[in-house]
């Protein structure tokens, strides 16, 4: 659906994205995670055709996407910054886009009014930030694209909106199978929705990741053991992080759960407990063996 | 689908009209104040002034408001309406749509080309409809609307296409204004600056000849402007024809540099002066080269010094890389290694170009024509005059007899020596060499005379040389149809029709001048009339000349016919006449006796005063435009005016004995 294959792009002399690579399958939403200035809002001009790429392909169903009509048709990008029309309300945004989008499904249209309750007719200068931004959502699901494209989508949103939003977008996701990619610099804002993330840092992608693998994959365990016997290194577990406090030791491991388990019975643990693991401790253990101070990377 | 990609999309106009319709309303006003509104005030008037002949491009029609709307508001349209690319924002925003970069640019295109030409349109239209229902005839025809129609249509589209051609070059809306007038008068701008320069540098070279030639096709803004809505048959229109067609065919050449550049323009440029980063230094370059001749050029003007002229470049040359350098960055603090290493950079380069120039042009200062080569030749004390009679489709009188050219040569051969072209001198030299295969050579000098006197006097007495100087020898007697003879004190005045008595006039004048010597011609005698005449009814002709007391025949024709005494100055007309000795050991700025007299007046030098006439009848011998002498004279006609009077010289040998007398 998106295919990014070694993409360079500088600014002038100061490289902005060095080598990245990614894959976006059909119907999934893919949370690209990064720091300020990590590259994300370039990534994404490129991804939706705005900005030529110097090196690297970017295809966009099956599609180089520079310029590309045809693909730029099914794809919708909401920036970081939002942007309108000088002087336009709503409706007149709508007609704009109903003119540039062939998709345009104008009973999503008033479908979604209802959702949102915002006054077309209004001026769309004179809406607060987060209303804007609930126009901007309204227009972009209104023209019905196999490809969003969202750059820091949730700032300024409540968190009722953010689950209306939330609730319309993996509703298409479910039903027609549209694609979205959504930056943020927040894995808390987007762990409740993505099913793939990926982590930006520097103008390269650190490290891609399933969620649904990842949360399956690594495990928090609490166990003692009766003798001193037990020795993690020796234990043949894939063992991230390990820490013991008097005769307890706490542990991450990557691994089938079954098998760990299966390894632990072994010695005869007197204690031995599954802990809950959130997707930050994931990714913070999994990094920290790289060396990377991830904490700055995610917050 | 596809049908759509290939229509177009009416949001895009909406959008546009919204955004930019203001301009195009402003140009309808604005050409309907100057052009429907000021012909019903015409016809309105009790007295209506006369048409000059210019239809809508006269002064009735306030020509120079029409241009003022004609130079700004296309280029305000090109910059609202691609304003979009210089936001971020706004630029994401117009190419995150499905639609092509070109189809998207060719309609904003689309809808300022209508915006623009509507206002035009519309006004035509209402001159068309008035001149069918009212009599305008005297005010303009349908085929000079048209005209109108045309002109206002193409150079507004070229003025639109330079704006926005400048638009997608640029990231900045404020740089996209000045540069687009920057480009506009660019080509005229530089070849100004450089003809400046190189009449500085290299002997013979004559900047105004290039300058007044060829400018208007230099800038499409000159051109405009250079039009004269005054004075009888010049250009009936602003931009001729073939002018019109030129302009359009450039004009589609920047539509096509300017979608090309859309197309290719990296769109992140938005907010950086210049979108195409490999232009940058080309920019900084340009501004820098031009600043500094801009700067040469006024310090030599003010100054005539190589020393301020140098200077003038530094300084120039330091603005401009300078304030280059400020745009690019967008910040004043440019003060680092890197910038100082850039603009020594350019100094050693253009320090080199300076020195190298007078090589490359060696031949050029050298060459003098070989005589077997020249057909003929004119000579003249300045361009000017050679241009006006070009201007008014005159026969020029060319020098062709091989000895006057060979002559003419002889001094232009001495000029080159003598001359320097950052010193310059008061006496101009303009030569004209029409060669035998049909090219024409020009140059031009100045210098101080005396140093060329001797080959001055060859060609000055030259028949061909007075042919030049004085065309009224070849002014026929039976074209006359008046003569006047004006006193210089203004007290006498002759006119006379009588052809025999203008048959005899003339052919005195001519056997005169014929006959006169280099001083005669240089430092004529006596106070002189001014001599007019009105040919086939024109009083406004370039035959008028000084007829001076050294004219023999002349005078002897005058005394005969008794007009003497009303056409020359006697010494009745002279109130009083001051003598001073002229002072030998002083160092003057300048060397001619006018000059002189107002410094020994300013230093309250007691003077001789004279009233009697026998006294002044023999002072009125002197010589004008001398350089040196012994006693200078001046003439005073009325006690009332004492800033009316005429100087005259004399050298020991010449002046009468009374002054002599006084001053010993």
């Known amino acids: ?299 | 689908m596809r049908s759509k990609t290939l229509s177009f999309n009416k949001e895009i106009i909406k959008q546009d009209f919204r955004n930019v319709g203001w301009v195009s309303i402003v140009y309808f006003l604005g050409l309907f104040f100057t052009l429907p509104m000021q012909l019903f005030m015409e016809m309105s008037r009790e007295e209506p002034r006369i048409p000059n002949g210019h239809g809508l491009f006269s002064s009735i029609f306030t020509y120079e408001l029409q241009l003022f709307f004609l130079f700004v508001m296309p280029v305000l349209m090109a910059v609202f309406l691609f304003r979009y690319l210089h936001v971020k924002g706004a630029s994401d925003f117009a190419h995150s749509f499905p639609m092509k970069r070109g189809r998207l640019f060719n309609h904003h295109i689309l809808s300022g080309v209508i915006l623009l030409i509507l206002p035009i349109l519309l006004n035509y239209l209402i001159l068309f409809i008035t001149a069918g229902v009212a009599d305008v005839e005297s005010y303009y025809k349908v085929t000079n609307l048209s005209y109108w129609l045309w002109l206002f249509s193409s150079m507004t589209l070229l003025i639109f296409m330079v704006g926005v051609f400048v638009g997608t070059l640029t990231g900045l809306s404020a740089v996209q204004g000045i540069l687009t007038y920057i480009l506009l008068v660019l080509p005229a701008g530089l070849y100004t600056l450089i003809a400046f320069h190189l009449s500085s540098y290299i002997k013979g070279y004559s900047g105004d000849v290039v300058l007044e030639q060829s400018i208007q096709y230099f800038s499409p803004l000159a051109d405009l402007v250079k039009f004269q809505r005054y004075g009888p048959d010049t250009a009936e229109v602003p931009v001729g024809t073939i002018p019109l067609i030129i302009y359009s065919v450039v004009m589609a050449v920047f539509y096509i540099a300017s979608l090309f550049l859309y197309k290719k323009r990296p769109l992140e440029s938005a907010g950086r002066a210049l979108a195409v980063r490999a232009l940058n230094p080309v920019f900084k370059v340009g501004v820098t080269f031009c600043f500094a001749l801009f700067g040469g050029m006024y310090f030599t003007v003010s100054q005539y010094e190589y020393g301020w002229m140098i200077t003038g470049y530094l300084i120039g040359g330091t603005v401009g890389y300078a304030g280059a350098s400020m745009l690019l960055e967008k910040t004043w603090r440019i003060f680092n290694g890197r910038h100082l290493k850039g603009w020594f950079a350019y100094g050693a380069f253009t320090g080199a170009l300076i020195a190298l120039i007078p090589f490359l042009w060696q031949n050029y200062e050298s060459y003098v024509p070989e005589r077997s080569e020249v057909d003929r030749v004119y000579v003249s004390g300045g361009y000017w005059q050679y241009q006006s009679m070009v201007n008014e489709e005159m026969d020029i009188p060319f020098i062709t007899s091989p000895e006057a050219i060979q002559s003419t040569i002889d001094l232009h051969e001495q000029l080159i020596e003598v001359s320097d072209p950052l010193e310059g001198g008061r006496d101009y030299f303009f030569f004209v060499y029409q060669m035998k295969d049909g090219s024409e050579i020009y140059r031009q000098y100045s210098v101080d005379d005396k140093e060329v006197s001797e080959a001055k006097k060859a060609v000055y007495e030259t028949e061909g040389y007075k042919n030049i100087q004085y065309p009224v020898l070849a002014l026929e007697s039976d074209k006359v149809n008046q003569i006047s003879i004006d006193s210089y004190s203004g007290q006498g005045r002759k006119e006379f029709y009588d052809p025999e008595q203008i048959t005899g006039f003339m052919e005195a004048v001519k056997e005169d001048i014929e006959g006169m010597s280099y001083e005669d011609i240089v430092t004529p005698r006596g106070l002189y009339s001014g001599v007019h005449f009105t040919v086939d009814g024109d009083p406004d002709n370039p035959f008028h000349f000084q007829l001076h007391l050294s004219f023999e025949k002349t005078m002897d024709w005058l005394k005969q016919e008794g007009f003497y005494e009303e056409a020359m100055t006697l010494p009745e007309d002279i109130h009083r006449a001051d003598v001073y000795r002229w002072p030998q050991n002083h160092d003057f700025p300048h060397t001619d006796a006018r000059f002189i007299l107002d410094r020994l007046k300013e230093a309250g030098v007691e003077p001789l005063e004279v009233k009697g006439n026998e006294e002044i009848g023999s002072l009125m011998e002197g010589q004008s435009n001398q350089e040196k002498g012994a006693y200078i004279v001046a003439f005073y006609f009325d006690e009332r005016y004492s800033d009316h009077y005429e100087v005259l010289s004399f050298d020991n040998g010449q002046a009468p004995g009374f002054i002599k007398e006084h001053f010993e």
């Open chain 1, 1 to 299: 659906m998106i295919e990014v294959q070694s993409l360079y792009k500088s600014f002038g002399k100061e490289a902005i994205l060095k080598d990245v690579s990614f894959h976006v399958q059909k119907g999934s939403i893919y949370g690209l995670l990064g720091s300020n200035g990590a590259g994300k809002t370039t990534l994404m001009r490129i991804i939706a055709g705005i900005l030529k790429q110097k090196n690297g392909h970017v295809r966009v169903l099956e599609e180089e996407v520079f310029d590309n009509e045809r693909i730029k048709q099914k794809v919708v990008f909401l920036p970081d910054s939002l942007y309108f029309l000088p002087q336009y309300t709503t409706r007149q945004m709508a007609d704009y886009y109903s003119k540039m989008y062939d998709s345009w499904d104008e009973e999503r249209y008033q479908k979604l009014k209802r959702l949102f309750q915002l006054d077309e007719k209004r001026k769309i200068s004179q809406f607060s930030k987060g209303m804007q931004r609930q126009v901007a959502f309204w227009l972009a699901m209104s023209s019905m694209p196999d490809v969003l494209i969202l750059d820091e989508p949730f700032d300024g949103l409540d968190a009722v909106m953010r689950q209306k939003v939330r609730n319309v977008m993996i509703q298409d996701v479910a039903e027609r199978e549209m694609t979205v990619l959504i930056s943020s610099h927040n894995l808390r804002e987007v762990e409740d929705v993505c099913d793939h993330v990926g982590i930006l840092h520097q103008g390269e992608i650190l490290l891609e990741r399933d969620l649904d693998d990842l949360k399956a994959d690594v495990h928090k365990i609490q166990v003692a053991f009766q003798e001193e016997a037990f020795h993690p290194e020796a234990s043949g577990l894939d063992i991230l992080h390990q820490e013991k406090r008097g005769s307890v030791f706490l542990l991450i491991v990557r691994g089938n759960e079954g098998d760990i388990s299966a390894e632990m019975k072994k010695h005869r643990p007197l204690v031995y407990d599954r802990l809950p693991l959130t997707l930050e401790e994931i990714f913070i253990y999994e990094m920290g063996g790289v060396g990377y101070a991830f904490e700055n990377i995610i917050v």
